[in-house]
């Protein structure tokens, strides 16, 4: 996991990409996204799905919600996804306190502060990864 990452698959296409030309961008990180939201889906309620590309420039991510509230947003990239999350104070201190690696712990000194949250973004790369995004998307349900 890092703290930055490459850049949005899909960015300059103002069509929703297709599930085959996911399944070549995220390459064998593929079953990593689908275990991941498929997770999240069975263990926490965060069924509801939505692709949106706000600009060509940023390019395609899948929102994730439960019920009508956004809970993580998931931007593929080339052989890797990048989790973004919006925190609100009470999120960032559990998230804090949920023992994150020094990694993710850098990711929160450098997210930015926005008037709805604290906006952190995280690199996953494999299933390594997938326990620090699912305590994120804890704290952010529970809080």
């Given amino acids: 996991m890092a703290v930055t990452a490459p ?4 960015i300059g296409r103002t069509e929703l990409p297709t599930d085959a030309e996911l399944v070549q961008a995220l390459g064998a ?3 990593v996204w689908d275990g991941l939201i498929a997770g999240l889906a069975a263990q926490h309620g965060v069924s509801g799905r ?5 600009s ?4 395609w991510a899948l929102r994730l919600l439960r019920g009508k509230r956004t809970i993580l947003w998931l931007s593929p990239c080339q052989g890797c ?13 559990a998230a804090r306190h949920s023992r ?5 712990m ?12 604290t906006g952190v973004r995280l690199l996953v790369k494999g299933p390594k990864d997938i326990p620090t995004v ?10």
Avoid: H, I, M
């Fill in 134 to 143: 699912k305590k994120l998307a804890v704290a952010k349900l529970e809080n």
């Fill in 29 to 31: 990180a593929k079953p």
């Fill in 56 to 59: 060509t420039k940023a390019g």
């Fill in 100 to 104: 994150l690696s020094a990694l993710a």
């Fill in 7 to 10: 850049p949005n698959a899909f």
């Fill in 106 to 117: 850098r990711a929160f000194q450098q997210a930015e502060r926005y008037p709805e949250g």
């Fill in 50 to 54: 939505e692709w949106k590309c706000y």
């Fill in 81 to 93: 996804f990048r989790a973004a999350f919006v925190l609100g104070d009470k999120a960032l201190l």
